[in-house]
């Protein structure tokens, strides 16, 4: 098992530039999730997934898209980036939405100048 | 609106002693709350998790103790050791409420384990 894998793990852009984070699971897990990381911020909620063809808005996810076409994979789009969203972003998934330990992939830091 | 607040920030402990990370949450719709480590570099990974019907929940030197009335509960890491130097995050979520069932994180805490 590879558990949650997570590409690039680092990636540079340029504003305006738009580009797309990987994820990928390997457990059969319903909900996958996408956060972001930023220092004093603690991890807060972009988009999520309970299930393939089913996403929503989680607390930020303005200039994001997020699609779901299998169970494995949730990829996350940023649309025309921004230095704002510097950060470092966290997929993760679990086999519900509630209730259930989250594991996530190792993390990809995204930096936009 | 920030719904899990943690404190400290930062905690510094000697070898032996004892951590103790705070967290307090206002929506009483809340009935998972999990405790989060992430070393650097790594993504966070469940350490231990409490639901409301038990007031405390050890695990090794992990314990969690729950204050219902309160709205609050803590993370304590008896024997702290070097390699628990990590930052620890509470979280929580709502088993039955929706979009509420995602988990909201509080701040982290840096702990530092000083031989």
């Known amino acids: 098992n590879a558990g949650v894998t997570q590409t690039p793990k680092f990636q540079v852009l340029k504003t305006g530039q738009s580009m797309t984070l990987q994820c990928a699971q390997d457990?059969?897990?319903?909900?996958m999730s996408w956060y972001r990381q930023d220092p004093g911020m603690g991890l807060r909620l972009i988009h999520y997934s309970v299930g393939a063809g089913i996403t929503d808005q989680g607390e930020v996810p303005n200039g994001y898209n997020v699609s779901r076409s299998t169970t494995e994979d949730f990829p996350l789009r940023l649309l025309s980036a921004a230095p704002s969203q510097t950060s470092v972003y966290f997929c993760a998934s679990s086999y519900a939405l509630a209730g259930y330990e989250q594991y996530f992939g190792p993390g990809t830091r995204l930096t936009v100048t | 609106q920030q719904q899990v607040k943690q404190s400290p920030q930062s905690l510094i402990v000697q070898k032996g002693g004892i951590s103790i990370i705070n967290c307090a949450y206002e929506?009483?719709?809340?009935?998972?709350f999990p405790w989060y480590q992430q070393f650097p570099g790594k993504g966070p990974a469940l350490l231990i998790a409490i639901r409301p019907d038990v007031s405390e929940k050890k695990e090794g030197r992990f314990t969690i103790s729950f204050n219902k009335s309160a709205k609050q509960f803590s993370l304590h890491i008896m024997d702290s050791q070097p390699g628990d130097s990590a930052t620890y995050f509470c979280a929580a979520s709502a088993l039955y409420g929706g979009s509420q069932g995602n988990l909201i994180f509080g701040k982290g805490t840096k702990l530092s384990v000083k031989p």
């Open positions: 929506n009483t719709a809340f009935d998972y």
């Open positions: 457990m059969n897990h319903e909900y």
